[in-house]
């Protein structure tokens, strides 16, 4: 009697889709925010600063699995025409409600950065919070870049991060358990030094209208550790100058283990 109880105290739903987004799209602004901020605020100084530098005019570019929109709104705030793109419609259902809720118009599409195509060029494509070692593949991550080199304009920039091996040597190891009012999120993360490959079980108890049920849902998400040598020479494949490239830790205030990020600056030659 007590174990049917408790086990109607939950609903357990399986997302079986990688990398598909569909629950964790739910408290993903919330979870960030318990890791102190997003990470596109933390990385938004990082970007105006490489603009500046670069002296690029910008009027139209890309966030490239734009994920909830949040730097695609902040980007729109500062007058740019941004377009957003990801393959998850839970992630761009929040991102479309976030944009009409500041009162931005961004049109937000749902496609594959292996393969996303627009009407117009755009003079800057972003890519951030690890979007690009969601790729499992070597020939996935040539499509991305060749499809970024495709939809921008001569002398445009494709900013990005990835995650390196630090990253996933040290984070990606373990379990790690997050609280907050409405859910509770345990990631088990593993990294295979063989494969280069990374994933992360996501177990989600998340409270059904506010009151004392949760419903379970379990979701994977996999990453790739991408060498070096893999992403100059996928980049000079798809035409373009690497103009810097930084290893960087923006989490510094709460993880203290030295670089774990990646940041890259190209430009699509002229
Ligand atoms: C860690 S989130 C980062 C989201 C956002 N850039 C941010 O900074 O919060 C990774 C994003 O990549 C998206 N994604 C994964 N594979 C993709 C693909 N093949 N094409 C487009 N988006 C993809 C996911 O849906 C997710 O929104």
């Known amino acids: 009697m007590a174990m049917t109880t408790c086990n109607s105290l939950f609903a357990i739903r399986l997302y079986r889709a990688v990398n598909s987004y569909r629950y964790l799209s739910q408290i993903y602004d919330q979870w960030e925010k318990l890791m102190g901020a997003s990470f596109s605020m933390l990385i938004f100084p990082k970007l105006q600063q490489v603009l500046e530098r670069t002296h690029r005019p910008i009027q139209k570019m890309v966030d490239l699995a734009c994920g909830t929109g949040t730097m695609a709104i902040a980007m729109a705030k500062m007058g740019v025409e941004v377009i957003g793109i990801d393959l998850s419609e839970g ?3 929040k991102a479309r409600a976030k944009a009409k809720k500041a009162g931005l118009s961004i049109p937000f599409f749902c496609q594959d950065m292996r393969s996303f195509s627009l009407t117009e060029k755009v003079d800057l494509i972003t890519s951030f919070y690890d979007s690009l070692n969601h790729l499992l ?11 970024v080199a495709r939809n921008l304009n001569p002398g445009g920039l ?30 088990e993360n593993t990294f295979d030094e063989k494969s280069l490959r990374a994933q992360s079980l996501s177990t989600i108890f998340r409270r059904k209208d506010k009151g004392p049920l949760f419903e379970k849902a379990i979701e994977l998400c996999e990453e790739r550790y991408y060498p070096d040598e893999v992403i100059y020479n996928g980049l000079n494949v798809a035409g373009f100058n690497v103009l810097e490239k930084e290893d960087f830790n923006p989490f510094w205030e709460i993880i203290s283990i030295g670089p774990v990020k990646e940041f890259w600056v190209c430009e699509k030659q002229r």
């Open 137 to 147: 593949t070597p020939e996935d991550l040539q499509q991305a870049f060749d499809a």
């Open 158 to 187: 494709f900013i990005f991060d990835v995650n390196n091996k630090n990253c996933f040597e040290k984070l990606w190891q373990g379990t790690s358990v997050f609280h907050h009012e409405e859910f509770t999120l345990i990631l």
């Open 91 to 93: 992630m761009l259902e």
